[in-house]
């Protein structure tokens, strides 16, 4: 079978403009372990997104496949709505047992924007039920990214990709993106005093009793650019919500289990949601599954005899899928058996360290580091800190270049990442690094600059 040409004629690829492919080959994925990929003709390359951020110990872990084939002999799927099995109670015990104390409750379903969906309608349906309807509305960030589902995108603060849709959206309230490189509020990291949450202080004042939740990426807006900002913005955000009575919901899809150098981001500002979403590594990236973990608080609202209309109408067909469930179990087990936080004791800053260098680069504004997860910003200009727009495809160039290197960069406009696996060695990470800096250090990949 001609690949290349079946999947032109019958595959649409997501996120993708396959006109781009027209005259291009795509790029066909064979076979994968550790950190590698291999196309084809078994020319290999480093997965530096992590396929979509979700591998965290690297493709095909033994660990992680021994639980689902396992299961596989035992049982493939059943239905979730009072029929349950022992992987899904296990993972809910163990998700129970990771996350912070008022967290007791797990809701499953397949994938990040589902996560969060349910966290919306479950803080809805819990202000219905405890006497205050009129808190309808939700808060969210500029540029956040929450999902493509209608009520993910009506909280998603990205115009490329939900401008299309806006006929479609609800009415929410949206406040600055904390982006310390190009603060709203034209502070600096040193002179900050969170100044950005100044409209959010006055929207609370002025409307809190109509708000249910607000929601955010902890410290790293990730599809939003790779946005990075402190932990004592997350520790107000979590007062201030408190404060009002607001839900406060932790979109963790991305940064969860292990990738920030903690097991969730959270914890670097030891706070706490009303809700914590997961999904990605949760199965250590081998298949889909998330969940909502919630309180007891909010599980208790919707408990009451058949006919007091308290029952969550929402879920999956695959909802819990014991497959899935193993893997994340697989995952977890993972964590126990490696160690991954006492090897990144010294991996992280070694990966920092090797970035620094980048920030010397011409086109280098800004280079942004959180554990695994490092950020280059190009600009034209870095005093002025003027952008490439968005018609000179800095990116494009940059991903192409990469894939001769035996690298996947999948840049996000101006915002060059790499986004690692937590169990990436030391020899790794310097061929990462060394092959990303080959890349970008030659003008002639950055739109031929300085021409
Ligand atoms: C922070 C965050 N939330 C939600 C999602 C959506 O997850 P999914 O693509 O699994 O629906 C993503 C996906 O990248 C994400 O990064």
């Not at 639980?67 to 809910?92: C, F, M, N, T, W």
């Not at 969906?117 to 202000?127: G, N, R, V």
């Not at 706490?272 to 609202?301: H, N, R, W």
């Not at 920030?359 to 490439?388: H, Q, S, Y």
């Amino acid at each position: 079978m001609d690949l290349q040409h079946t999947d032109k004629n019958y595959l649409w690829h997501p996120y993708t403009q396959m006109y781009d492919y027209q005259s291009r080959d795509l790029l066909i994925i064979d076979r994968a372990e550790g950190l590698m990929l291999y196309d084809e003709k078994g020319k290999s390359y480093f997965d530096t997104i992590s396929s979509w951020w979700c591998i965290l110990h690297g493709h095909n872990h033994p660990t992680i496949t021994g639980y689902v084939k396992k299961q596989l002999d035992r049982l493939d799927h059943v239905i979730l709505a009072g029929i349950s099995h022992e992987p899904a109670i296990r993972l809910a015990e163990k998700l129970v047992t990771l996350t912070p104390t008022p967290l007791s409750k797990v809701f499953f379903s397949d994938n990040g924007s589902t996560a969060n969906e349910i966290a919306l309608k479950m803080s809805l349906q819990h202000w219905r039920h405890t006497g205050q309807p009129s808190r309808k509305y939700f808060v969210s960030l500029e540029r956040g990214y929450h999902g493509d589902t209608i009520g993910t995108m009506s909280l998603g603060g990205m115009p490329d990709f939900h401008k299309e849709f806006a006929d479609l959206l609800f009415t929410s309230f949206t406040i600055p993106s904390p982006h310390c490189y190009r603060c709203p509020m034209e502070q600096n990291r040193k002179t900050c005093n969170l100044e950005c949450l100044q409209p959010f202080e006055v929207l609370l004042e002025e409307k809190g009793k109509e708000i249910a939740a607000m929601i955010l990426e902890p410290l790293i807006q990730g599809a939003g650019g790779i946005r990075m900002y402190p932990p004592k913005y997350l520790k107000k955000v979590a007062a201030l919500t408190k404060e009002h009575g607001i839900h406060l919901i932790f979109d963790e899809v991305a940064t969860g289990f292990g990738r920030t150098g903690k097991m969730f981001a959270m914890e670097y500002a030891d706070v706490s949601p009303d809700f914590l979403c997961l999904s990605k590594g949760l199965t250590g990236g081998m298949l889909p599954m998330a969940a909502t973990v919630t309180t007891d608080e909010i599980y208790q609202s919707f408990y009451g005899p058949y006919g007091d209309n308290k029952t969550f109408y929402h879920g999956h067909t695959f909802t819990g899928n014991p497959l899935s469930a193993s893997a994340a179990l697989g995952s977890l087990k993972v964590f126990e058996e490696e160690q991954p936080f006492a090897r990144m004791q010294e991996t992280v800053p070694y990966l920092h360290k090797k970035m620094a260098p980048f920030n010397n680069l011409p086109w280098v504004g800004d280079v942004r580091c959180l554990g695994m997860i490092c950020a280059v910003e190009l600009v034209k200009d870095k005093k002025t800190k003027e952008e490439f727009s968005f018609e000179e495809r800095v990116g494009w160039k940059i991903y192409l270049e990469s894939l001769k290197e035996g690298l996947i960069l999948r840049p996000m406009g101006n915002t060059v990442y790499l986004w690692l696996p937590i169990s990436t060695t030391i020899a790794e990470i310097d061929e990462i690094t060394e092959r990303t800096y080959r890349v970008l250090s030659d003008p002639a990949n950055i739109n031929g600059w300085g021409k």
